[in-house]
C-alpha cells in the first residue's frame, strides 16, 4: 500500500512564504501524477496545484503566479512553493497522487494533510 506523508506546514504572517514536501513510499510513484489539495473550516476540499509524471504543472487560478509545484524523482518528493501568502490559504493541506501519468477522475493516494495558518 503506498503512502504520502507531507511536512512543512506551519504558522507564518501574510505575505509569507511556506514550503511543503511530501515523501511518497516508494519509487511507484515517480510514474505518476501528482498534486495538492487544500481544505479551509466550513468549505469543501479544493484542487491547488498538480504535476503529471512528466512534470506538467498546472494550478487553481487562485494560487497561480503565487504558487509552484515541483517533483524530484530521484527522492520520490513533490513540493509545493508557496510565496505571497494570505490568509484566504489557510487550510490542511494534502499531497494526493493518481494511480497513472496523468490527471483522471480522482486521486488514489491519499496524505495525512498539513496544516497552513497564515496571520493578517
Known amino acids: 500500500q503506498g503512502q504520502l506523508v507531507e511536512s512543512g506546514g506551519g504558522l507564518v504572517q501574510s505575505g509569507g512564504s511556506l514550503r511543503l514536501s511530501c515523501v511518497a513510499s516508494?519509487?511507484?510513484?515517480?510514474?505518476?501524477?501528482m498534486g495538492w489539495y487544500r481544505q479551509a473550516p466550513g468549505k469543501q476540499r479544493e484542487q491547488v496545484a498538480t504535476?503529471?509524471?512528466?512534470?506538467?504543472?498546472d494550478y487553481a487560478p487562485s494560487v497561480k503566479g503565487r504558487f509552484t509545484i515541483d517533483r524530484d524523482n530521484a527522492k520520490n518528493t513533490v513540493y509545493l512553493y508557496m510565496n505571497s501568502l494570505k490568509p484566504d490559504d489557510t487550510a490542511i493541506y494534502y499531497c494526493a497522487a493518481w494511480r497513472g501519468s496523468y490527471i483522471v477522475s480522482q486521486p488514489g493516494y491519499w496524505g495525512q494533510g498539513t496544516q497552513v495558518t497564515v496571520s493578517s
Open positions: 504535476i503529471t509524471s512528466g512534470s506538467r504543472p
Open positions: 516508494d519509487n511507484r510513484f515517480a510514474q505518476y501524477a
